[in-house]
């Protein structure tokens, strides 16, 4: 009897979240500065992929929620519209931490209501890759496939000001990083990317003025 209650109420394991998967999760959609940005979350089984590989979602959490995908597809499509949505809601958030603006109550808000419905984080328990947090079985809603995504923004969030949190300097790109540098001075979200791009518009820039 304590067994089968112990495995019914403490049914998942779920991986404490990186300190920045919050913002891996933003990233998904990238060059959003250009009228058409890149979104890589294209459907239900985009998002589920990515939740395997990047999240620590529970795996029975995820099979479930894939079993059920091919048998309900409008709730399946709004669950996705769902998860893009609360997407947004942490991207508008951090932009405004990085800014130094205020954050909105609307997206604050939401962002809450999400966490409330997450699964309760009932003990730290050991797993193959580390320590992780058992959990109440849950449906595979949306809060709850995406609880370590949640449960890493209000981490975050909590503590945003004392961490160099920054938005990439090419106004095209727009990603959302942590700046790790000694003098907290980066600007870019990968030198060799963002960074080379912006030094050839700068010598582009140059090379035409001294032509003129």
């Given at each position: 009897m ?6 019914r ?7 404490a ?23 890589t979350?294209?459907?239900?089984d985009?998002?589920l ?13 995820i099979?479930?929620a ?147």
């Amino acid at each position: 009897m304590a067994a089968a209650e112990h495995s019914r109420n403490h049914g998942l394991a779920l991986a404490a979240p990186a300190e920045d998967l919050c913002l891996a999760f933003i990233n998904t959609r990238y060059w959003r500065g250009r009228a058409e940005p890149t979104e890589t979350l294209r459907n239900f089984d985009d998002l589920l992929v990515w939740l395997e590989r990047h999240s620590g979602s529970a795996p029975a959490l995820i099979s479930g929620a894939r079993a059920r995908a091919g048998e309900h597809p409008a709730a399946t499509a709004r669950a996705a519209k769902e998860a893009i949505a609360l997407r947004e809601t942490i991207y508008r958030i951090f932009t405004a931490i990085a800014a130094g603006e205020t954050v909105m109550a609307s997206d604050l808000e939401q962002l809450n209501r999400a966490l409330a419905l997450t699964p309760p984080r009932l003990r730290l328990i050991r797993g193959a890759k580390g320590f992780g947090w058992a959990a109440h079985d849950a449906v595979p809603t949306i809060p709850a496939l995406l609880a370590p995504v949640l449960w890493s923004a209000a981490d975050l969030l909590t503590y945003a000001d004392n961490r160099r949190l920054r938005r990439c300097a090419n106004e095209e790109c727009l990603w959302l990083f942590m700046d790790h540098s000694k003098g907290g001075t980066r600007r870019w979200c990968d030198m060799n990317s963002c960074g080379n791009r912006a030094k050839a518009k700068r010598h582009y820039a140059r090379s035409k003025r001294a032509g003129a």
